[in-house]
C-alpha cells in the first residue's frame, strides 16, 4: 500500500534534514511546501505535525514549523535520555548474557562504508544501527521502542559534528567500543558512558561553541 500523502512530504522533508540540507532555523513554508508536493495546505500541516512528533521541527509562535536550533539544554537532555536507555539497557543485556554479535556486525558495516564514500545519511543510519543493538540486547521491547522515538533527533544532532567526523573515524570509535563491550563489567558500562558523554555530547557542545563563536565575530 502507498503512504498516505502527508507520510510521503514527512519522509521526503526527513531524509532531507538528516542530509544537512535545511539548516538550524530554516522556516518551513506552508504554501511553498503545498506548491512543491501539489496537496492542500491540511496536508501539509499534517505532514509537519509528524516531524515535530520525531523531533525534527519545532512550532515556533509566529513562525510555524522550524528547524530546531541547537542549544546546551537540548544536547543535554537527548544525551541524557540516550544514556538512561542505554547504559540501563546494556547492563540488563549483560546481566542476562545477551550475545552481542549483532553490535559487531553494525560496526563491520560501518567499517565497510569507511572502504567507500558513503552519504551523511548512511553513516548517521549506521551509527544509530550500532547503538539501536545494544539496546535491543537487552531483550526488552519497550527499552527499545523507547529509543526508537529519539533516533531521528539524535541523527539530526549529528549534523553539526559532520566537519569534525568521517566513516573511517567513525569506524574506529565503535571498533573500540565494541571490543570493550565484550570484555562486559564496568569495562563494557565506562566504554559506553566514554562514548556518549565524551565522544558525542564533547563534539556537539564543541560544535555549539564553535556556531556561537562564529555568529558573535559576524555581531548576530
Known amino acids: 500500500m502507498a503512504p498516505a500523502a502527508p507520510e510521503r512530504i514527512a519522509e521526503v522533508v526527513r531524509g532531507e534534514l538528516l542530509d544537512g540540507?535545511?539548516?538550524?532555523?530554516?522556516?518551513?513554508?506552508?504554501?511553498e511546501l503545498a506548491d512543491r508536493f501539489d496537496v492542500g495546505r491540511h496536508t501539509v500541516r499534517s505532514a509537519l505535525r509528524l516531524l515535530t512528533d520525531r523531533g525534527l521541527v519545532v512550532h515556533e509562535r509566529h513562525r510555524g514549523a522550524v528547524v530546531a536550533p541547537l542549544s546546551r539544554a537540548r544536547i543535554d537532555e537527548i544525551f541524557d535520555y540516550r544514556k538512561v536507555l542505554e547504559l540501563g539497557a546494556?547492563?540488563?543485556?549483560?546481566?542476562?548474557?545477551a550475545?552481542?554479535?549483532?553490535?559487531?556486525?553494525?560496526?563491520?558495516?560501518?567499517?565497510?562504508?569507511?572502504?567507500?564514500?558513503?552519504?551523511?545519511?548512511?553513516?548517521?543510519?549506521?551509527?544509530?544501527?550500532?547503538?539501536r543493538a545494544i539496546v535491543a540486547a537487552a531483550g526488552n521491547e519497550h527499552l527499545l521502542e523507547s529509543y526508537r522515538r529519539c533516533e531521528d533527533e539524535v541523527r539530526l544532532l549529528l549534523a553539526f559534528v559532520r566537519p569534525d567526523f568521517d566513516a573511517a573515524s567513525m569506524a574506529a570509535i565503535h571498533r573500540r567500543l565494541v571490543t570493550?563491550?565484550?570484555?562486559?563489567?564496568?569495562?563494557?558500562?565506562?566504554?559506553?558512558t566514554e562514548d556518549i558523554d565524551h565522544t558525542g555530547r564533547a563534539a556537539l557542545l564543541t560544535a555549539l561553541h564553535r556556531a556561537e563563536d562564529s555568529a558573535h565575530r559576524l555581531g548576530r
Request: net charge negative; hydrophobic share 40%.
Open 180 to 192: 570493550k563491550l565484550n570484555l562486559g563489567g564496568e569495562t563494557a558500562t565506562d566504554a559506553l
Open 99 to 131: 550475545d552481542l554479535t549483532p553490535v559487531l556486525t553494525e560496526v563491520e558495516r560501518l567499517e565497510a562504508l569507511a572502504t567507500r564514500t558513503p552519504s551523511w545519511r548512511q553513516l548517521t543510519e549506521t551509527h544509530g544501527a550500532i547503538h
Open 90 to 97: 546494556l547492563r540488563m543485556a549483560l546481566a542476562r548474557g
Open 21 to 31: 540540507v535545511h539548516p538550524v532555523g530554516t522556516r518551513f513554508r506552508e504554501e
